[in-house]
């Protein structure tokens, strides 16, 4: 690779701030009231509706537009096996895709994890959180078991 190209990249990645991604409140937080309303006690309300029926967790929260792109880095890209946190740039980067195309938010979430079943559990758990979730460079044949399981599962 190019020195100069190679630099520039880094240098993407590292500046202003670290990484490719923020979080950033969808609500005005302005007054007292807004807090309030955002967390205690007015939250509240939310959570006893969602109990009463969880499909209702995509009217009052993020859920309908959250992804969780989720790796263990056993096959990034052109890298091969780097492990799930040397691939975070990578998932990172596909978080900004789909945000700038198709105005969805993702968490990058990077799993330490080789064994395929321990795996499902750790993502079959996160389904609460997300909308959908996106399996991202995990190495042949264990990603096909993998999706084929959590489809059962999830």
């Known amino acids: 690779m190019d020195e100069k190209f190679k630099q520039s990249a880094l240098d993407f990645h590292e500046f202003p701030q670290p990484g490719k991604i923020e ?6 937080l302005t007054a007292q009231r807004d807090l309030a309303l955002a967390y205690s006690p007015a939250v509240a309300y939310p959570c006893l509706e969602i109990a009463a029926d969880p499909l209702i967790a995509y009217k009052y929260t993020a859920k309908a537009n959250l992804v969780a792109v989720v790796s263990n ?10 492990a799930a946190l040397a691939g975070k740039p990578v998932m990172e980067g596909k978080g900004v895709l789909f945000k700038k195309f198709f105005g969805i938010d993702v968490f990058n979430i ?9 795996l499902i559990d750790v993502i079959a758990a996160l389904e609460p959180t997300f909308g959908e979730i996106n399996l991202e460079d995990i190495k042949a044949p264990e990603c096909f078991y993998i999706e084929k399981k959590l489809r059962e599962k999830m």
């Open 23 to 28: 979080i950033t409140p969808t609500k005005s």
């Open 110 to 118: 990077e799993i330490d994890e080789s064994n395929p079943d321990k």
């Open 73 to 82: 880095g056993t096959a990034v890209l052109g890298l091969r096996n780097i």
